[in-house]
């Protein structure tokens, strides 16, 4: 710990002022503690399974979570929510489940 004090944070970058650096700093603390919850739960489901549970990402910003995981396997499914609800409005579903 004694040498971080020795660490210097940049206090500006070529071309952005310390408007742009707060943003980023807080777009980048957000994504990672997205990204360590999606982790740390993935973990805990993957103790009591036999195998590793499978990760679906969805939403806008499931690229820019992805791309912060480490977790083999997990993709994206675009439109998941709409594509379920689109299930539950069908006479039949694939599923067996009938529309309330």
């Known amino acids: 710990m004694a040498e971080t004090g020795q660490l210097r944070a940049p206090t500006a970058l070529p071309g952005l002022g310390p408007v742009a650096l707060w943003r980023i ?3 980048t603390g957000v994504l990672d503690a997205q990204a360590g919850l999606v982790h740390r739960v993935w973990h805990r489901f993957a ?3 036999s195998g590793p ?3 679906i990402l969805t939403g806008g910003n499931a690229q820019v979570l992805l791309a912060r995981l480490s ?3 997990a993709r994206i ?3 998941l929510v709409l594509r ?3 299930l539950r409005l069908l006479p039949n579903p694939p599923d067996g489940s009938r529309s309330r």
């Open 71 to 73: 977790i083999e396997g």
């Open 25 to 27: 700093a807080i777009i």
């Open 47 to 49: 103790v009591g399974l």
């Open 84 to 86: 379920g609800l689109a």
């Open 77 to 79: 499914e675009d439109n």
């Open 53 to 55: 549970p499978r990760l």
